[in-house]
């Protein structure tokens, strides 16, 4: 099976746009989270989305979104860019069933805002 | 202005020694627990996971240990090797009800591995 995908790897924005980051989950895995990762704060949780629905969020503003395809793909959308949002994003997905289930990561992207 | 990293513990082996890394974890309610290894310019990679209802579980190479009462997990490589150099994170995780809950990462530990 193909792993976790995610696209673009790099991406340089302004302060002030907006971005989009895709993810493909692995073949039959229907739970996409995502997460930040930046030195200072280490690896913290965004959002899972399980069949197009949010189905769990962490403590990010709402300029941090997220939606999910009925193909499982997902995609999450920051707007109104700051210089702190400067991170690796994340990509997991897992068979999203019940009882907790390995999380596989994709290789993230990595996100300069400037 | 410069940016404040995490100053990462670090531990440093010979190739061949074994290596022990250690995690403590914040949530008595956590019940599933995760090792990750993430080099340099990846994402992180399952290594081994344990549930809350074992205290021992072994797969190739690598051992985790569950201590419950402390709530402080370990993970033990047998016979490290220089591929094994990377940072090592512990995750926890809780269920919500029926969803799958999130992970909730350590700050990580860098494994530096001398040939």
């Known amino acids: 099976k193909a792993g976790v995908t995610q696209t673009p790897r790099y991406l340089i924005k302004t302060r002030g746009q907006q971005v989009t980051l895709s993810c493909s989950p692995i073949?039959?895995?229907?739970?996409v989270s995502w997460y930040q990762q930046t030195p200072g704060q280490g690896l913290q949780f965004l959002f899972e989305?399980?069949?197009?629905?949010?189905?769990n969020k962490g403590n990010f503003p709402g300029r941090f979104s997220g939606r999910q395809f009925s193909n499982s793909r997902s995609e999450m959308n920051v707007s109104t860019l700051e210089l702190g949002d400067s991170a690796l994003y994340l990509c997991a997905s897992s068979s999203g069933g019940t009882n907790q289930e390995t999380q596989y990561f994709g290789p993230g992207t990595r996100l300069l805002v400037l | 202005g410069e940016s404040v990293g995490l100053h990462l513990p670090t531990l440093s082996v010979q190739e061949g020694d074994n290596s022990i890394i250690n995690c403590a974890y914040s949530?008595?309610?956590?019940?599933?627990f995760i090792w990750y290894k993430q080099e340099s310019g990846k994402g992180p990679q399952f290594i081994i996971d344990?549930?809350?209802?074992?205290d021992k579980r072994q797969g190739q190479r690598v051992t985790v240990l569950l201590n419950k009462t402390v709530k402080h997990l370990s993970l033990q490589i047998a016979a490290t090797q220089p591929g094994d150099s990377a940072v090592y994170f512990c995750?926890?995780?809780?269920?919500?009800?029926?969803?799958?809950?999130?992970?909730?990462f350590g700050k990580g530990t860098k494994l530096s591995v001398k040939p």
């Open positions: 949530n008595s309610a956590s019940d599933y």
């Open positions: 989305y399980f069949s197009e629905t949010q189905r």
């Open positions: 344990i549930r809350s209802n074992m």
């Open positions: 073949s039959g895995h229907r739970s």
């Open positions: 995750a926890e995780n809780t269920r919500y009800g029926g969803s799958q809950g999130n992970l909730i």
